[in-house]
């Protein structure tokens, strides 16, 4: 069982900067990729930024050169920097880890989400 808890999101004018942080607990062996996905009301989930176990990022489109995603390996946190916000990134963020055990399959768990929302 991992738990992946979200932080850092809040209300925001539109040109300012939040930093998301997720941190993952429990029973961790390996990483293969942690993210950051997005939803609002009547929309699907959609995929923001991705770090990989060898630091290969992906980025939406809609994101790329204002968002960057990091990793803290020691900490098992993933971070979103997100940077030149607009109202069009108002969404509940949610958190998303793939964790693969010694010798089985890999998993994926869900944080609970945090709400980002940019004024204009």
């Known amino acids: 069982q991992v738990t992946l808890v979200e932080s850092g999101g809040g209300l925001v004018q539109a040109g300012g900067s939040l930093r998301l942080s997720c941190a993952a607990s429990?029973?961790?062996?390996?990483?293969?990729?942690l993210g950051w996905y997005r939803q609002t009301p009547g929309k699907q989930r959609e995929l923001v930024a991705t770090?990989?176990?060898?630091?290969?990022?992906n980025y939406s489109d809609s994101v790329i050169g204002r968002f960057t995603i990091s990793r803290d390996g020691a900490k098992n946190t993933v971070y979103l920097q997100m940077n030149s916000l607009k109202p069009e990134d108002t969404a509940v963020y949610y958190c998303?880890?793939?964790?693969?055990?010694?010798?089985?399959?890999?998993?994926?768990?869900w944080g609970q989400g945090t709400q980002v929302t940019v004024s204009s």
């Open positions: 429990g029973r961790i062996f390996r990483i293969d990729a």
């Open positions: 770090v990989t176990s060898d630091d290969s990022t």
């Open positions: 998303h880890g793939r964790f693969r055990a010694p010798y089985g399959p890999a998993y994926d768990y």
